[in-house]
């Protein structure tokens, strides 16, 4: 591996993004193509200044980096495809800062884009035993991971509750998010049973979208008062012993794992960085079912395990708390277009740094971390500062 110490600084020029929902008259291609040209406009440049594309989805088959890419116009850089289920977006990102960090091109553009399909996930990460036996039926397999946490901490059903709670008042002031209506804790108590103790509120809804970050050296910044750089950008995979339902993996009694791929990949993103979870200013957590996003704080070193759901309780994650959480309303509100996710993470702590945020602007936001999972599993991280 190159010393990273040697690596030329990396530099956001410009983000783009759709607004999310579903479209059943457009084609995934026309979210890619969308988020690219809102991301050339705001980095103040043309499609002839790209170098190189990083190309993230899951289900959107053969080319699809192409097809969107060729609405812009295909120029004959190098477009990689990548598939790597809902990381799909932070590893185009990881691809296309390396290549830049490298210094094998100066300008390359990072697309994370998905047409979702109606109803649940139709995961394939699994073996065909798996598949029959109803192993990809995330809700369940989330539902398993939740009941765990609760006999291993004092959370209730109402601290899930109030995760939606808050991230939908988060994506209430987010235009680009599918729902951006409130909700109360009763309202989420009250919506139907989708797999014990999850209900749909609890849920993540899925969304047709797109996202496009453009990263480049200094020298080919348009707008150096707007520049956010590249802190760290980190993936891991699955560490054997750790267990993961939702990812296909289960714990291991004889050899349970050190370390989870989460904290591995959070620290080593804190190390390459040279920061720690004090330093953050704001957190995209990964928050696909509600409580989700409780142990994913936990994970990322923010607080000890079970201090989430108190934390959250005492305002601690809201946007004007200590440490802000899913400010644009995470995949609760904003929606969770797969391979689009990870980019409109990194694409809210953009929009953060830079003071744009407009009335769910973090104060004196200068650091942030962006965290997503996908099945495999793996684990991306990206730390973005001012």
């Given amino acids: 591996m190159k010393n990273l110490n ?22 995934c291609y026309d979210f890619g193509s969308e988020a690219i040209f809102n991301a050339l406009l705001d980095a103040q440049m043309e499609w002839k200044d790209m170098q190189a594309a990083f190309c993230g989805s899951v289900y959107q088959g053969t080319g699809s980096g192409h097809q969107a890419i060729k609405e812009v116009g295909l120029s004959g850089i190098p477009i990689i495809n990548v598939e790597n289920a809902c990381s799909s977006g932070g590893s185009a990102f990881r691809l296309a800062y390396q290549m830049v960090a490298s210094e094998i091109y100066d300008v ?6 998905e047409k979702m399909p109606r109803g649940p996930i139709p995961s394939t990460a699994f073996r065909p035993w798996e598949l029959s036996s109803g192993f990809n039926v995330q809700m369940a397999n989330y539902a398993n991971e939740t009941v765990e946490y609760m006999e291993e901490t004092s959370a209730t059903a109402e601290d899930f509750a109030r995760v939606t709670v808050k991230n939908r008042n988060n994506g209430s002031l987010n235009p680009n998010a599918r729902f951006q209506k409130k909700v109360t804790i009763e309202e989420v ?28 050296s200094e020298k080919m910044l348009k707008n150096k008062i707007r520049a956010v750089s590249v802190a760290a950008s980190v993936l891991t995979s699955g560490v054997y012993g750790e267990g993961a339902l939702a990812m296909g993996t289960s714990s291991s009694l004889k050899f349970p794992a050190a370390k989870g791929l989460v904290e591995l990949s959070v620290e080593e993103a804190f190390n390459i960085a040279g920061y720690g ?14 409580p989700a996003e409780l142990w994913d704080i936990e994970k990322l070193g923010f607080c000890k395990k079970g201090e989430a759901p108190g934390l959250l309780k005492d305002g601690y994650f809201n ?21 689009a996710t990870g980019i409109a993470q990194i694409c809210e702590i953009i929009t953060q740094l830079r003071g744009t945020a407009g009335p769910r602007q973090v104060s ?13 599993p793996n684990s991306s991280v990206t730390i973005l500062k001012t």
Avoid at 11 to 23: I, Q, Y
Wanted: aromatic fraction near 6%; include cysteine.
């Fill in 319 to 339: 946007i004007d708390g200590k440490m802000p959480v899913n400010t644009d309303g995470g995949l609760m509100s904003r929606g969770h277009p797969l391979g």
């Fill in 6 to 27: 040697s690596m030329r600084k990396v530099f956001v020029a410009g983000a783009g993004l759709t607004h999310w929902g579903f479209f059943p008259d457009q084609e």
């Fill in 364 to 376: 004196k936001a200068r650091i942030g971390l962006a965290h997503a999972m996908g099945a495999g």
């Fill in 277 to 290: 979870p004090e330093d953050m200013d704001l957190i995209q957590a990964y928050d696909t079912m509600a």
């Fill in 189 to 216: 108590q009250n919506s139907r049973m989708v797999a014990t103790p999850l209900q749909l509120f609890h849920c993540c809804p899925l969304a047709d979208g797109a996202g496009a970050v453009i990263l480049c």
């Fill in 108 to 113: 390359a553009i990072a697309i994370g884009m």
